[in-house]
C-alpha cells in the first residue's frame, strides 16, 4: 500500500516525493484462497497537502489493480469506485462491505 497523489494521468509519485508524508500504515496483508486482503490505516485528516479530508458523510473511493507488483497501466476493466456512508453509525458494516467488494473483484486477477 502505497500513499500518492495525481492530478491527471500517468503515474502518481509518492506523496514524499512531493515533500508531503506517508500517511497510511499496512496492518496486516495475506493472499489466501486467491483473495487479497488488506487491513490499513490512515487519519480522517492528515493534514498533508497531498490528502483529502475523509469526513463522516458518503465518500468516494477509487481503486486500480494489475497483474503484477508493480504499478503499470491498468485498463477500464481494472479500475472502479464506489461509494462508502462513513457516518459514524453505518460505518463499520459498509466499510467492511465495500472493502470485501474491492478484495473479491481483486479475486478474479
Not at 500517511?23 to 488488506?38: K, M, N, P, Y
Not at 503484477?68 to 456512508?85: E, K, M, V
Request: charged share 15%; no cysteine; proline share 4%.
Amino acid at each position: 500500500i502505497n500513499d500518492r497523489y495525481s492530478s491527471g494521468r500517468g503515474l502518481p509519485p509518492l506523496d514524499t516525493s512531493r515533500g508531503g508524508s506517508n500517511s497510511v500504515t499496512l496492518l496486516e496483508s495475506d493472499i489466501t484462497g486467491g483473495f487479497i486482503q488488506a487491513r490499513f490505516t490512515r487519519n480522517l485528516n492528515t493534514t498533508d497537502a497531498s490528502d483529502v479530508v475523509i469526513t463522516q458523510a458518503p465518500t468516494n473511493f477509487i481503486y486500480a489493480y494489475g497483474l503484477g507488483d508493480s504499478i503499470a497501466y491498468h485498463t477500464q476493466a481494472n479500475r472502479g469506485t464506489f461509494n462508502l456512508d462513513l457516518t459514524p453509525s453505518k460505518s463499520g458494516a459498509l466499510l467492511s462491505i465495500g472493502l470485501m467488494l474491492v478484495v473479491a473483484l481483486l479475486s478474479f486477477i
